[in-house]
């Protein structure tokens, strides 16, 4: 009897830590992202590539689903579990990169050096 109530006590704890632990993932519309590709999880490959995409979350649902879409011509909505999903940051142009940079750089103007007091 003890044994069984011992093993319910550490079951509540592992499940307080693993809830703990858990990331709440929030997808909004438009938000661009990738899908896990569960047919090569098996498979130990360094440079195998896991995540498809990207696509672009169309709707969430209450349930956790996420409806995306293709980027592509032919738009083909799927419906989706939403912790296969992880966002996508979409990369930067060069111009976009260098366009804030220079809003930031201030020129110094230039002051002349002041010579050393002499004694």
Same mark, same amino acid.
């Given at each position: 009897?003890?044994?069984?109530?011992?093993?319910?006590?550490?079951?509540?704890?592992?499940k307080?830590?693993h809830?703990?632990h858990?990331?709440?993932?929030?997808?909004q519309?438009?938000?661009?992202?990738?899908?896990?590709?569960?047919?090569?999880k098996?498979?130990k490959?360094?440079? #195998?590539?896991?995540?498809?995409?990207?696509?672009?979350v $169309?709707?969430c649902?209450?349930?956790?689903? @996420?409806?995306? /879409?293709?980027?592509?011509?032919?738009?083909?909505?799927?419906?989706?579990?939403?912790?296969?999903?992880?966002?996508? #940051?979409?990369p930067?142009?060069?111009?976009e990169?260098? $366009?804030?940079?220079?809003?930031?750089?201030? @020129?110094?103007? /230039?002051v002349?050096?002041?010579?050393?007091?002499?004694?």
């Amino acid at each position: 009897m003890q044994a069984l109530l011992h093993s319910e006590v550490i079951q509540l704890q592992r499940k307080i830590w693993h809830d703990r632990h858990l990331k709440e993932k929030q997808f909004q519309p438009g938000d661009w992202v990738l899908l896990y590709d569960s047919r090569y999880k098996d498979f130990k490959g360094k440079l #195998r590539t896991r995540w498809l995409g990207p696509y672009i979350v $169309e709707t969430c649902n209450e349930n956790g689903s @996420v409806l995306i /879409q293709t980027i592509d011509e032919e738009a083909i909505p799927m419906l989706v579990n939403g912790h296969r999903l992880k966002i996508y #940051r979409k990369p930067l142009s060069k111009q976009e990169f260098i $366009e804030p940079l220079g809003k930031s750089v201030f @020129v110094m103007e /230039q002051v002349p050096l002041s010579t050393p007091p002499t004694s």
